[in-house]
T-cell receptor
């Protein structure tokens, strides 16, 4: 079975500062990894994904994440935070067999201070 | 394309009442999923359907039933609602076997059981 741990349920940064949201996963087979963003009272929107190939993946809104197998991590970064980045972010893992459902972390709420 | 749509957006039930949450997708996806979101717990899989005519239990299926009515529609039924089922419910879809792995989410249904 897969699992995801997101370190820090709340992260606060200043506008223009680096955003770093941490995600570690556990999987017995090579995983597929995702970051989703959820704005208040909305559904989840895919930010980026890693399936195979290049380990540094770029997503929408200037976000990127790097798959590090040795560290079982998939941290999300953005060089310069914008007020509009304030939202909840979920890391998720899936495997390419069976149901392919997503196993989610508990989420990190990002606050951006002016 | 509307993507994934869910009805209703909000619902209040009394303990013991029943209701059906509706979900439809217009992306010709094979797989569909129901998740519930509770504070601090991320999203947890209730049921999924790999293809039309098939359904299977997820992590938290107790108290729920599903119907994959056709390729587009996947409904979730609460036969006898309980306060523990107060949650936000999300439907999602993906291409499924042989396709891409990301899931697309609906806007959610906020359910309160009193």
């Amino acid at each position: 079975a897969q699992s995801v741990t997101q370190l820090g349920s709340h992260v606060s940064v200043s506008e223009g500062a680096l955003v770093l949201l941490r995600c570690n996963y556990s999987s017995s087979v090579p995983p597929y990894l995702f970051w989703y963003v959820q704005y208040p009272n909305q559904g989840l929107q895919l930010l980026l994904k890693y399936t195979t190939g290049a380990t540094l993946v770029k997503g929408i809104n200037g976000f990127e994440a790097e798959f590090k197998k040795s560290e079982t991590s998939f941290h999300l970064t953005k060089p310069s935070a914008h007020m509009s980045d304030a939202a909840e972010y979920f890391c998720a893992v899936s495997v390419p067999t069976g149901r392919r459902a997503l196993t989610f972390g508990s989420g990190t709420r990002l606050q951006v201070q002016p | 394309n509307a993507g994934v749509t869910q009805t209703p957006k909000f619902q209040v039930l009394k303990t013991g009442q029943s209701m059906t949450l509706q979900c439809a997708q217009d992306m010709n996806h094979n797989s569909m999923y129901w998740y519930r979101q509770d504070p601090g717990m991320g999203l947890r899989l209730i049921y999924y359907s790999a293809s039309e005519g098939t359904t299977d239990k997820g992590e938290v299926p107790n108290g729920y039933n599903v119907s994959r009515l056709n390729k587009r529609e996947f409904s979730l039924r609460l036969e006898s609602a309980a306060p523990s089922q107060t949650s936000v419910y999300f439907c999602a879809s993906s291409e499924g076997q042989g396709g891409t792995y990301e899931q697309y989410f609906g806007p959610g249904t906020r359910l309160t059981v009193t």
